[in-house]
């Protein structure tokens, strides 16, 4: 169980998902992250699809939490930046990574930027994070159809790591 500071605002989730996301890339995975619109995804998924000569492999990782808050978290991230994010925080080239390890340290990154959007935007409430879930997307997945996918995986923000293609998705409701 994780207390939160009271000094954040109520509900800043439209901005902080985003920020929590890049200060973790950038502290910890020594990557870089910021917010892009969905002209720009749909340029690095072009990009993407080039790079790899095809249908790119997508991972989607899930975090609920629940307490005074609850909800989830779910980010789409392409498996090549899922190597190099890990391999950057084990210290390891992308192509030394076990699969394991892949899905333990991309877990591990959701968490990381679960619990950080949370301490930023939910205030002074308790929250307690799930195991995450990680899995591949179906072949044929597209960041930019996700982006305005009705689904009850919440609000879809547009993200650019390392100059890669990434969907962070929130849902979080207060109880109070």
């Known amino acids: 169980m994780s207390s939160l500071p009271s000094s954040a605002p109520a509900d800043r989730r439209d901005t902080t998902i985003v920020d929590a996301c890049a200060r973790v890339a950038e502290t910890s995975f020594y990557a870089f992250a910021e917010a892009c619109d969905a002209v720009r995804l749909a340029e690095l998924d072009a990009a993407l699809h080039e790079q790899v000569g095809g249908e790119p492999d997508w991972l989607r990782v899930s975090v609920a939490f629940s307490g005074d808050c609850h909800g989830h978290l779910v980010m789409h991230v392409p498996s090549v930046i899922a190597s190099e994010l890990i391999g ?50 179906l072949p044929g997945w597209r960041p930019v159809e996700a982006l305005t996918a009705a689904n009850r995986e919440g609000t879809a923000y547009s993200v650019a790591i390392n100059d890669q293609p990434m969907i962070l998705r929130v849902d979080l409701e207060v109880r109070l």
Do not use: W, Y
């Open 88 to 137: 950057s925080f084990l210290g390891l080239m992308p192509d030394e990574i076990a699969e394991e390890q892949i899905t333990d340290g991309l877990g591990e990154f959701a968490n990381m930027v679960c619990g950080a959007f949370l301490t930023d935007a939910a205030g002074r409430l308790d929250f307690a994070l799930t195991k995450p879930e990680v899995e591949h997307e």
